[in-house]
T-cell receptor, first 113, second 119 residues
Framework: AQKITQTQPGMFVQEKEAVTLDCTYDTSDPSYGLFWYKQPSSGEMIFLIYQGSYDQQNATEGRYSLNFQKARKSANLVISASQLGDSAMYFCAMREGGNDMRFGAGTRLTVKP | GAVVSQHPSWVICKSGTSVKIECRSLDFQATTMFWYRQFPKKSLMLMATSNEGSKATYEQGVEKDKFLINHASLTLSTLTVTSAHPEDSSFYIC???????????????FGDGTRLSIL
């Protein structure tokens, strides 16, 4: 069964605007981590931000913040002040306990000038 | 820190050739490495988990004899695509985590991937 769901195949945002990329997950493990990665067209996976299941506060890293709603099992990525260089694929991922990391289908973000 | 190097970046070869892809952790020891396959505009699909000094664990549907994985040291894992055919053409990417045991809060660090094209 799909454990990580990203329902937005593609998103557009105007430069300097904020954008939210959705991610929902499914797990019965109380200990898990949620991650967002950026994959530009060159292919490398760039780690952006992490949220732990026990974290009380939403994670933030510069222009990236994670809107963590545990009861709803959602971990949306918010990118503020979008830049042209933010255009890329974005993947939400989850690790349960000590297991491997599983990825969502991804969202292609296009920032318009 | 936590750099993963993957080589080669691009491979173009004839059908029937075997291709070896290397994944190295440069500044940390990686007991476990992961191999993913990614089709164009698709997500990363886990192929196998590579464990140092033991046999790899393959995901369901992944042919063990087609995709040979060797993890002979704490810093090197290799994926060999044996007798490659055009349907094996894909983007292969490895990743590793820091330390001997993965905890849920550890991000995986990825290599830059290998684009494999079989003619």
């Amino acid at each position: 069964a799909q454990k990580i769901t990203q329902t937005q195949p593609g998103m557009f945002v105007q430069e300097k605007e904020a954008v939210t990329l959705d991610c929902t997950y499914d797990t019965s493990d109380p200990s898990y981590g949620l991650f967002w990665y950026k994959q530009p067209s060159s292919g490398e996976m760039i780690f952006l931000i992490y949220q732990g299941s026990y974290d009380q506060q939403n994670a933030t890293e510069g222009r990236y913040s994670l809107n963590f709603q545990k009861a709803r099992k959602s971990a949306n990525l918010v990118i503020s002040a979008s830049q042209l260089g933010d255009s890329a694929m974005y993947f939400c991922a989850m690790r349960e306990g000590g297991n491997d990391m599983r990825f969502g289908a991804g969202t292609r973000l296009t920032v318009k000038p | 820190g936590a750099v993963v190097s993957q080589h080669p970046s691009w491979v173009i070869c004839k059908s029937g050739t075997s291709v070896k892809i290397e994944c190295r952790s440069l500044d940390f020891q990686a007991t476990t490495m992961f191999w993913y396959r990614q089709f164009p505009k698709k997500s990363l699909m886990l192929m196998a988990t590579s464990n140092e000094g033991s046999k790899a664990t393959y995901e369901q549907g992944v042919e063990k004899d087609k995709f040979l994985i060797n993890h002979a040291s704490l810093t090197l894992s290799t994926l060999t695509v044996t007798s490659a055919h055009p349907e094996d053409s894909s983007f292969y990417i490895c990743s590793a985590g820091v330390g001997r045991r993965f905890y849920s809060n550890q991000p995986q660090h990825f290599g830059d991937g290998t684009r494999l094209s079989i003619l």
